[in-house]
Structures are given as C-alpha cells and as structure tokens.
C-alpha cells in the first residue's frame, strides 16, 4: 500500500504558474485587466471561436449563456441528469425549467434520440453535457435544434481539449461554457469561460458579467483617462481577475502536453484494468476527440459482491482517493420534490449513477501512482 494519500483532481501547478501570479500581484492590478484579455484572446484562438468572454465560473457562464438566450420563465430547457447540479441550476435561475431526457447507457452523454419527443412549444434551447470529456453527437443534435429553431448552449466543463468531426468543441452551438474549477484540465482556482460566433451575445456576455455596465468599464480607472459608465442592463458580479487569468496563461499553453499525458494514464488504466468485472469507458467514437478529464469505471455490483460505495471505501483505506461523476441529478432532494421525480425515471443515469467510480486522472500522476490505482482496485475488486 502507499504511503501517501493520492488525492483525485490534484491540479499540476508549475514554476511559471506560480510566477505569474506573483507578477500580477507585483503588478498592482489584480482585478479583470489585461492578463484576462490576453487570456481570452489564448483561448478564443486555441478553441477557434470569433469570441472568447472569461467569467468567474462555468456555472455564471452557463447562467450568462441562458440570460443572453432569452430563456426565462415559462421555457424549457432540453439537459441529461447525468452532469453536476450547476448544468440545470442554471437553467432555474433564470425561472426556466430544465427538463431531463437520459443518457446513452455507454456513453453516459444525453441520448440524441429522445430529445426528440421531449420538445415542446415552451422549449428553448438543448444544452448537452460532453461527460467526461468525450463530444456529444453533435451532428444530431444540431439537426434537431435547426428542424425546432432551438439554441444548443453546450455544457463544456469537461471538454476543452475535445473535438468532433473536425470541429473543436466550443465552436458548434451557438454558446459553449467552460470550466477552470480546480479539478478540471485548465485550472484557475475558479473561472469559467463562454465562446461564441455570435458578436451581438459575446458584447452582451461580456457587458452582463460586470454589472451591465457599458464596455470597458474595468478602464475606467487607468491611464487613459477616465471614463464614465452606464448600466444598461441589471447585470451580475461574474467578471475573471487578472490573478485567475495568471494561472489560466500557462495553464492553456500547456494544455495539449497535459492531455497527452492524461491520454497515456488513460491506456495503462485500459490495460490494467482489462480483467476485471468493471466497464471500463468505450472507445472514443471516430472522428472525435475525447478530452479526458474522467476515467469513470462502473463497478459490477454481483461479481464483486461490492457496492460502489464500498469500493471507493476500500479504496480510501489503500490510499487511494477516488469521485463520483455523478448520482443522477434527478434524485437530488430539490429536484425530487420541485418536479416529483422518483428512482426508475432515468434508469441509464441512475445505473451510472449507481456504479460510477473516477480514477485519479491528473496530468501530475507518476507512472507509479497509476500502478498503485491498477494495484489497489485488483485488490478490492479483484477475484
Ligand atoms: C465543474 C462543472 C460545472 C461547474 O463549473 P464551475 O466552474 O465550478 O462553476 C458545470 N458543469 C459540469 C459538467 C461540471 O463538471
């Protein structure tokens, strides 16, 4: 057994990370300035978007993303309950309902073929989840949203370094939202980015993230002299700051190097694993990349007489620390007494939801801590 506990979503900070910080705070500007402007102009290149607009979180880009939509009370909003509480929190927060189609059993992502039937005259918009990192079917989708008038707002926490049929995510729907929380594969503490093709939203994303007052009001106070502002809009304190940025620059410069290295973790688990009576996740469909933020196994709860739960115990007491991606959003409490839901109501998301377990995945594991990882689950799980 190890000696050290190995914690999952540990970020992989480096010198320059920390340098850069440094430098900002040295700088004197610490709020939304120019490390965030270099840092969306990084990304919007990197993704291939017109535009690229940094806010404190996914979760604000996501509730950005709905306001600019014009989703609100009385909409529908078309997501998969197998995604973190904030994909459909954000939809409630602007008075609109999100409504829950399931998930593809393999793949984990919402199931193109029932958003169909989920459509009605109230729906708004579908906002698919890349879960885990691997693109929704996206043809498909997009061709719902065109044959209904429907936005796509696409959930990309998961997904920066993923594409589909040659198109990287982030340029396909009409809004892509992003996520540097500190587990994910660029981090920045907290911080989330929105791109888009659409200039009239990006002003508006970018307006309604501080305050909704009119452009360029974080210059207000520099050397060019000072300008006045107008609010224009009852707007939200979403606004990144330079110090997030910092941590975002070296980040998203590294971010190709960081994936490959998550893409080697990612094969030596698929062998290492290989005989044991858990799934391992599918293949990547082809013409995709997948963005490998989870390696989410799922526990076979009658040949190894374990529930999940127990597993990751076990796992625990070895020293190894694992996370759940996700219990079915649908049976959280909110959600099971607002819209009446009860178990059987997704069941691909509830079987996942039952038996996922993600693997340590850090672009920072050592060869030998994804030993341990192989070590300890043939130990728990193992006949
Ligand atoms: C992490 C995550 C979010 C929220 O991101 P924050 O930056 O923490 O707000 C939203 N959706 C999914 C699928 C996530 O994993």
């Known amino acids: ?81 197998m995604t973190f509480c904030a994909t459909a929190n954000a939809v409630l927060h602007t008075g609109a309902v999100p409504v829950f189609v399931d998930v593809d059993p393999v793949t984990g992502c919402i199931d193109p073929d029932r958003i169909a039937s989920a459509v009605t005259e109230r729906t708004k918009a579908i906002l698919p989840v890349h879960y885990a990192g691997r693109p929704c079917e996206m043809d498909r989708i997009q061709a719902l949203a065109r044959r209904h008038s429907l936005l796509v707002i696409e959930d990309a926490a998961h997904a920066i370094e993923a594409a589909y049929h040659g198109r990287k995510i982030g340029t ?17 503490a907290e911080g989330g980015m929105v791109t888009t093709d659409d200039a009239e939203m990006a002003a508006k994303i970018k307006m309604y993230a501080l305050h909704g007052m009119s452009k360029d009001a974080w210059r207000r106070f520099s050397d060019e002299g000072y300008k006045h502002y107008e609010v224009t809009f009852p707007g ?126 850090s672009s920072k594991l050592t060869n030998d801590d994804v030993k341990d990882v192989i070590k300890a689950l043939h130990r728990v799980c193992g006949a």
């Not at 840092?39 to 996914?58: K, L, T």
């Not at 396909?172 to 920045?188: D, H, P």
């Not at 739960?309 to 070895?318: A, H, K, P, S, T």
């Open 1 to 81: 057994m190890r000696d050290d506990f190995l914690i999952f979503g540990s970020p992989a900070l480096e010198e320059d990370d920390i340098a850069e910080v440094v430098a900002t705070l040295r700088s004197g500007w610490i709020g939304t300035g120019p490390r965030v402007a270099r840092f969306e102009e990084m990304f919007r290149e990197y993704v291939g978007a017109r535009h690229a607009i940094a806010v404190n979180s996914c979760t604000a880009a996501l509730h950005l993303s709905m306001v600019v939509s014009g989703v609100g009370p009385g909409d529908e909003v078309i997501t998969t309950p």
């Open 172 to 188: 396909i729907g009409q809004l892509t939202c992003f996520s540097f929380y500190v587990t994910k594969n660029v981090v920045t």
């Open 236 to 361: 939200f304190k979403y606004n990144m700051t330079d110090i997030q940025a910092a941590l975002g620059i070296h980040q998203l410069a590294r971010v190709d190097r960081n994936w490959k290295r998550r893409d080697e973790i990612w094969a030596q688990y698929d062998e290492g694993l290989a005989a044991l009576p858990l799934e391992r996740p599918a293949p990547s469909a082809p013409g995709t990349v997948h963005a490998r933020h989870l390696y989410t196994v799922l526990i076979d709860t009658k040949a190894t007489g374990k529930s999940r739960d127990r597993v990751l115990n076990e796992l625990i007491r070895l020293n190894i620390g694992t996370g759940v991606h996700y219990t079915a959003l649908h049976l959280h409490p909110y959600y099971r007494e607002r819209f009446g839901f009860a178990e059987g109501a997704f069941p691909h998301a509830e079987r996942i939801g039952d038996r996922t377990l993600s693997l340590p995945l």
